[in-house]
T-cell receptor
Framework: DQQVKQNSPSLSVQEGRISILNCDYT??????FLWYKKYPAEGPTFLIS?????DKNEDGRFTVFLNKSAKHLSLHIVPSQPGDSAVYFC????????????FGQGTELSVKP | DTAVSQTPKYLVTQMGNDKSIKCEQN?????MYWYKQDSKKFLKIMFS???????INETVPNRFSPKSPDKAHLNLHINSLELGDSAVYFC????????????FGSGTRLTVV
């Protein structure tokens, strides 16, 4: 039972353009949604988050949008930079879950110069 | 000075062997986790410990046994290794189950032959 789905395994974008990474989930009880970024041979690192009571959170070039009725969130990166090339994971969780996160299978972003 | 360090980084072993993966964090966090990234790239939680107490124990075979000698260490021991145990294992830590402060180690790639 995949509670979190990232249906695009890969995405290629030109430098300077917008990257949009999508995530769908099934559990309406999640309290927060996190995005992690992962480079090869490294562990995931926290990028940005959004609470379930909000619909948008912005941090510099990164913006996350949450559509609770559609159980869908997206990460926008603008402008995209070659250093953004990595695997991005969507990871929701709940306050009563002991810190447990449910990860999607990731989207590999490639930003070409 | 690595915040969450795992050893070894790579581990190749034969079926039936017993092996351990060690994890140490120097962040002063009170919660530590083990995640497994399988061949389909999903990161799934296996265990979490808070101040040496087991909090989360997902559906994991009994051959996997975590041990936390103190809150800075969480080791993973695996008995009678099977081919299906081949994966990348990530250790992580956080403070008070707070997902925003999750810090991952760089992973241990286990290959069972």
């Amino acid at each position: 039972d995949q509670q979190v789905k990232q249906n695009s395994p890969s995405l290629s974008v030109q430098e300077g353009r917008i990257s949009i990474l999508n995530c769908d989930y099934t559990n309406s009880m999640f309290d927060y949604f996190l995005w992690y970024k992962k480079y090869p041979a490294e562990g995931p690192t926290f990028l940005i988050s959004i609470s379930s009571i909000k619909d948008k959170n912005e941090d510099g070039r990164f913006t996350v949008f949450l559509n609770k009725s559609a159980k869908h969130l997206s990460l926008h990166i603008v402008p995209s930079q070659p250093g953004d090339s990595a695997v991005y994971f969507c990871a929701p969780g709940g306050y009563n879950q002991g810190g447990k996160l449910i990860f999607g299978q990731g989207t590999e972003l490639s930003v070409k110069p | 000075d690595t915040a969450v360090s795992q050893t070894p980084k790579y581990l190749v072993t034969q079926m039936g062997n017993d092996k351990s993966i060690k994890c140490e964090q120097n962040l002063g966090h009170d919660t530590m986790y083990w995640y497994k990234q399988d061949s389909k790239k999903f990161l799934k939680i296996m265990f979490s410990y808070n101040n040496k107490e087991l909090i989360i124990n997902e559906t994991v075979p009994n051959r996997f046994s975590p041990k936390s000698p103190d809150k800075a260490h969480l080791n993973l021991h695996i008995n009678s290794l099977e081919l299906g145990d081949s994966a990348v294992y990530f250790c992580a830590s956080s403070q008070d189950f707070t997902p925003y402060g999750y810090t991952f180690g760089s992973g241990t790639r286990l290959t069972v032959v």
